[in-house]
Every structure is written in C-alpha cells, then in structure tokens.
C-alpha cells in the first residue's frame, strides 16, 4: 500500500469520527432541550410526546457514540500497524545500508590488494 493510500484511508477514520461525533452532540443536545422543555411543562414542539423525541434522539446519540468509539479505535489500530511497518521499513533499509557498506569495502580491499 503506497504512502499517499495509507493518507486517505486514515483521513476517512478521522472524517468519520467528526460525523459520528457532530451527531452524538446534536442528538445529545435535542435530548437536554427536549428533557429541559418537559420539564418546565412546555410543549415539545412537533410531536406532542415528548418521550418519542427523547427515546429517537437516545437512540441516534447511543449509535452515534457507539460509531464514533469504534472509529477511534480502528484509527488507532490502523496508525500503531502503520507506524510497526514504517519502523520495519526503516531496519531493512539500515540493514540493506550495512550490506552494501561491506561489499563497498570488499572491493576496495579486492582493488587495493592488485
């Protein structure tokens, strides 16, 4: 996987997050306001039941929150396999350095040995 699909893919994880989490803070907030108007005995607007607007904005803020933490958690998963496999690329090429450092240095002896 090249370096520029490793970028958006893990551009994706984090746009989702910002959805799922403008979603848990929309939804909560509708929760609050409906919650905070029933309590003082106004009316909720729309649908006379205000138990329905809360128990769908629970709803949407619970899958939302739910989105969001699994998103995070694949972001982080995601991030620790890119930066194992940048540390691995990093050693071979330190290895691969050492290798032609020494055939470097056997030719040198080849040629100062004639």
Not at 56 to 78: P, Y
Not at 98 to 108: A, I, S, T, V
Request: charged fraction near 20%; avoid cysteine.
């Amino acid at each position: 996987m090249s370096n520029n699909e490793n970028n958006e893919s893990g551009g994706r994880y984090y746009l989702w997050m910002a959805v799922f989490a403008v979603v848990f803070f929309v939804s909560a907030g509708i929760v609050l306001l409906v919650w905070g108007n029933t309590a003082r005995g106004m009316s909720a607007g729309v649908l006379d039941d205000p138990r329905l607007v809360v128990g769908i904005t629970l709803v949407t803020a619970a899958t939302s929150l739910v989105g969001f933490v699994s998103t995070t958690w694949l972001a982080w998963r995601k991030e620790s396999r890119d930066s194992a496999s940048y540390k691995l690329q990093v050693e071979r090429q330190q290895l691969e350095i050492e290798r032609l450092r020494l055939e470097l240095e056997k030719e040198r002896g080849k040629g100062s040995g004639n």
